[in-house]
C-alpha cells in the first residue's frame, strides 16, 4: 500500500477553507485564536494526541465517521 503525504502548507490552507465554508470569518478567526492560546505547540499535541495512531487505525476511524454521517443525512 502507497501512502502519499499532503504537504504541511496544503492541509492548513484545506482546512481554513473548509473553515470559512462553515463558519463566519470572525467566528473561523476566534477559532484560530483560541487554538494558538490554548495549545502553543501544534507539534507536541499532534504526537500527545496521534501517539498510539497509525494509518489504518485513522483509516478505519475515518471510515466509521463517513458512513455515521451518511445515515444521518
Same mark, same amino acid.
Given at each position: 500500500m502507497n501512502v502519499q503525504v499532503t504537504a504541511e502548507k496544503d492541509v492548513l490552507r =484545506? $482546512?481554513?477553507e473548509i !473553515? !470559512?465554508?462553515n463558519m463566519?470569518?470572525?467566528?473561523?478567526?476566534r477559532f484560530w485564536a483560541s487554538?494558538?492560546?490554548s495549545?502553543?505547540?501544534y507539534l507536541e499535541w499532534k504526537e500527545a494526541e496521534f501517539a498510539? /495512531?497509525?494509518? $489504518?487505525? !485513522?483509516? =478505519?476511524?475515518?471510515v466509521q465517521y463517513?458512513?455515521? %454521517? =451518511? /445515515? %444521518?443525512?
Open positions: =484545506e $482546512a481554513a !473553515l !470559512l465554508q463566519t470569518p470572525s467566528k473561523a478567526a487554538w494558538q492560546a495549545h502553543g505547540n498510539n /495512531e497509525t494509518v $489504518a487505525t !485513522l483509516y =478505519e476511524k475515518v463517513q458512513s455515521q %454521517t =451518511e /445515515e %444521518t443525512s
